[in-house]
């Protein structure tokens, strides 16, 4: 069982940077997977980025690319999303997420979920 807590949501204008921090608790966040995805008002949860156990492999959905980044720190059971260059079509709810493997081909596999944490971006 993984818990997950969301934070680093806000108010920023277009342009702007947000960091946003997951926690987990549990001695085996080092085997999961981690991602993050956002809902924004009326639309479907979405995919945003994903790594895998070690770190070393990443990957995340267009619209993002060279402006968000993922990592994660094991020592510390956090994942981060570093979001730069901000723009409107960023504001959502932002969740992150757990899967019980060393990398995730699929959103179906993601087994935990936080409860989200706002970013509004104004422009």
């Known amino acids: 069982q993984v818990q997950l807590v969301e934070s680093g949501g806000g108010r920023v204008q277009a342009g702007g940077s947000l960091r946003l921090s997951c926690a987990a608790s549990?001695?085996?966040?080092?085997?999961?997977?981690l991602g993050w995805f956002r809902q924004a008002p009326g639309k479907e949860r979405e995919f945003v980025a994903t790594?895998?156990?070690?770190?070393?492999?990443?990957s995340y959905t267009g619209s993002v690319k060279g402006r968000f980044t993922i990592s994660r720190d094991n020592a510390k059971n956090t994942v981060y999303l570093q979001m730069n260059s901000l723009k409107a079509e960023d504001t959502a709810v932002y969740y992150c997420a757990a899967a019980p493997f060393n990398i995730v081909t699929s959103n179906g596999d993601y087994r935990y979920w936080g409860q989200g944490t706002q970013v509004t971006v104004s422009s």
């Open positions: 549990g001695r085996t966040f080092s085997s999961y997977a």
């Open positions: 790594i895998d156990t070690s770190g070393d492999w990443t």
